[in-house]
């Protein structure tokens, strides 16, 4: 079943795909776009690399110039590291999750295939004492509650390894239903943009005078990002690095530290914590978007991140853009982002790879 | 050495915007070198043949990166916003001239009533003396780079204080190598590599390593001195002679190299020191881990007050470790 728009971010939002337990994603993701790419493979890391061949005027089929598209695709969550005789899941975090959003929050727990529903508890307010109630609650502190009354109980679903991630469903709200929020957004959009580039550049017969990968890879929330193994073996020319920036346009936030903002168009970097995107591409990109009446803004800052520093160091030296989109409560259950800037990163994507000379 | 130091340190180059100072540095290493190019990363990697029959790969790095800052948003009164590149002390930056690579100059100051011991980077403006946002906006923009304005100040005959010393030093005493190369020349193949975005985290030099595939490898990088007052214990001092690298935080120099640049120096009768660094990464690791891995090791710049705006260095060491480079690439014996 092929998906579009705002029904394909929904659909792929709703897979189950904690770093490292991406098979559900990995599926979707494939069947999504296997109509509209030339050839793909899985590689040794879990990757989706995907393959459309140049045919454009410049195009040397002899040796190739390759452009690499690169997203993540997995999410932050949880991994169960005991079970208690009571049946009581205990776990770490696997991403960057800030311990206060977890309380009472919704789960699912399993390996992909299987998930469970649970739910995140730890000591009832009412039997903390005044200092605990004062302390922050670590995760360590918390259990996960899928209702088994026994460890065996719970070994039926669960074991120690299995993985959680938030349960929240994909919904669009606010005015005009502008805004969606569900979990995942942080990956799901930029994969969602990238099927739909694919598919754009299929329908409307675009012959690039390169070979475009696209790769939509694992372990993006996690230091050692699986992205490295896919630009090591694509070795691009040039790489496109699409992920999400995080949008701090709360109340209370100064201006000149909230990096960017929902509705202000597709977040371009010029550096982040671990990559500093090249600048005559960069102003290429503005310039592209500019022409194209796409909207643009400058991530002000530089934030962390993984994706674009483990492109280029595992190409051994690319140059790169940064194609964000704004996205607020990062690694939350409940992630937002505006529905014209998915728009705006998917058509910018467009737009700009016709126009690469490689 | 010092009239080249100084055509170094006064072309900006901050992490991720070094191609004036590449420009820079190629003007000397094209006209004596075999081959000089750029590879994708920007790094500059000149290649001087040599004339053995068996030629093995050596490939000697610094750094031509500097710490410095990126603009980040325009108040409505014109100052700008700001994060660093690199390792930046705001402590040591605070009230200084900024350059901009458009040659635009500023202040760079905290927010009025901020203790020092708060001057972290949202608590710091550049003013660059605009009336207004837009006026601003006319001479800089969001993601414009900038660096503490350059400075080479000669102390006495052998002591030399400013900045960007880190590494323009290194590349300073790279070019003079090439240099005394042409007047007696290599058996084996040199690659000098001028390595980008050292600053912000060794990301240069481990592709232009991947690329060379180099036998062996000598760094050259500031490193810090334990002979100023509240200094931690460090065996290392201006004016005691280059520093082989025995490890930093990020890196176990190879030990057979390390050995035969002692014995080269002992040899010699060169006054050399055992570099022990505790807090510090450099190019030596990243190359080191390239590939299937290289034999690397480094020669290092006692040098105070690094990544301010006064890194203080002796030039009688700098010249040492320029010799005790050529003793070792015209050894036989690399290690």
């Known amino acids: 079943m092929k998906y579009y728009g705002l029904e394909l971010i929904e659909q792929l939002c709703r897979e189950f795909g904690p770093s490292g337990c991406c098979d559900p994603v990995r599926e979707a993701l494939v069947e999504q776009i296997t109509d509209a790419i030339d050839d793909y493979f899985v590689d040794r890391v879990g990757n989706v690399v995907a393959k459309v061949c140049g045919s454009g005027e410049g195009y040397n089929a002899k040796n190739p110039k390759k452009v690499l598209v690169c997203t993540g695709m997995d999410e932050v969550g949880m991994i169960i590291n005991r079970v208690s005789d009571k049946g009581h899941l205990k776990f770490s975090l696997v991403g960057d999750i800030d311990a206060r959003c977890l309380g009472g929050k919704s789960l699912l727990v399993g390996d992909g295939n299987r998930a469970v529903k649970g739910i995140v508890a730890s000591k009832a307010i009412h039997l903390q004492s005044p200092e605990e109630r004062r302390k922050l609650t670590p995760a360590r502190k918390m259990y996960i509650d899928i209702g088994a009354e026994s460890a065996d109980e719970a070994k039926e679903y669960v074991d120690v390894g299995s993985m959680a991630t938030f349960d929240t469903p994909f919904e669009c709200f606010g005015e005009q239903k502008a805004f969606m929020r569900a979990k995942a957004l942080e990956s799901r959009l930029g ?14 017969r675009v012959k ?3 070979d475009l990968y696209v790769a939509f890879t694992d372990c993006s929330q996690l230091t050692f990002s699986a992205a490295r193994v896919a630009a090591a073996r694509v070795k691009p020319d040039f790489a496109m690095i699409v992920e999400a920036r995080e949008a701090l346009d709360y109340p209370g936030v100064a201006e000149s530290t909230r990096l960017c903002a929902l509705g202000q168009g597709v977040a371009i970097a010029f550096a982040d914590g671990c990559a500093i995107y090249h600048k005559e591409h960069t102003a290429e990109l503005r310039a592209c978007a500019q022409k194209n009446g796409i909207a643009v803004q400058a ?13 280029q160091q595992g190409a051994h030296g690319v140059r790169m853009v940064s194609l964000g989109y704004p996205v607020r409560n990062l690694h939350t259950p409940v992630q937002v982002a505006k529905v014209s800037d998915y728009y705006a990163v998917r058509d910018l994507l467009f737009s700009y790879v016709k126009e690469i000379k490689e | 050495m010092l009239t080249k130091l100084k055509h170094l340190v006064n072309v900006s180059g901050v992490s991720g915007r070094e191609a004036a100072i590449a420009a820079k540095i190629s003007e000397y290493m094209t006209p004596i070198c075999d081959k000089v190019y750029t590879d994708a990363m ?35 009164n014109g100052m700008l916003r700001l994060a660093p590149i690199g390792g930046i002390h705001f402590s040591a930056s605070a009230f200084s001239e900024v350059v901009f690579e458009n040659g635009q100059r500023g202040v760079l100051v905290p927010e009025t009533g901020v203790k020092p011991n708060d001057w972290t980077y949202d608590k710091m403006v550049v003013d660059i003396g605009a009336k207004d946002a837009r006026d ?40 003079e190598i090439a240099e005394r190369l042409q007047e007696e020349p290599c058996a084996d193949d040199v690659y000098f590599v001028f390595s980008v975005q050292e600053e912000v985290g060794v990301r240069g030099a481990g592709p232009a390593a991947e690329q060379i595939c180099p036998d062996y490898c000598i760094n050259f990088d500031v490193t810090g001195t334990g002979d100023t007052i509240g200094a931690k214990p460090m065996a290392c001092e201006l004016g005691g002679g280059a520093a082989i690298k025995v490890k930093d935080s990020s890196v176990l120099c190879h030990k057979g190299v390390t050995d035969r640049l002692v014995k080269l120096a002992k040899e010699k009768g060169y006054k050399y020191q055992m570099e022990i660094l505790t807090a510090g990464g450099t190019d030596t690791s990243a190359v080191q881990k390239s590939g299937t891995g290289v034999k690397a090791g480094a020669i290092s710049i006692p040098t105070r007050y690094i990544h301010s705006g006064v890194e203080m260095f002796d030039l009688g060491d700098t010249r040492l470790c320029v010799e005790i480079t050529l003793l070792y690439l015209h050894s036989d014996k690399k290690e």
């Open chain 1, 299 to 311: 991530v002000c800052g530089t934030p962390r991140a993984q994706l674009g520093g483990s492109v």
């Open chain 2, 42 to 76: 920007g790094s500059l990697i000149a290649y001087k043949k040599g004339t053995g029959e068996k030629r093995r790969k050596i490939m000697l790095v610094a750094h031509m990166d500097e710490i410095g800052f990126v603009v980040t948003h325009i108040e409505k």
């Open chain 1, 208 to 210: 690039l005078p390169y």
């Open chain 1, 191 to 204: 994969c969602a943009a990238i099927i739909e580039l694919l598919r754009m550049l299929k329908s409307g």
């Open chain 2, 136 to 175: 601003a906006e006319k001479r800089v923009a969001i993601g414009d780079f900038f660096s503490v304005a350059p400075n080479v100040i000669k102390l006495s005959a052998r002591r030399i204080a400013g900045r960007p010393i880190d590494d323009r030093i290194g590349c300073t005493i790279m070019i």
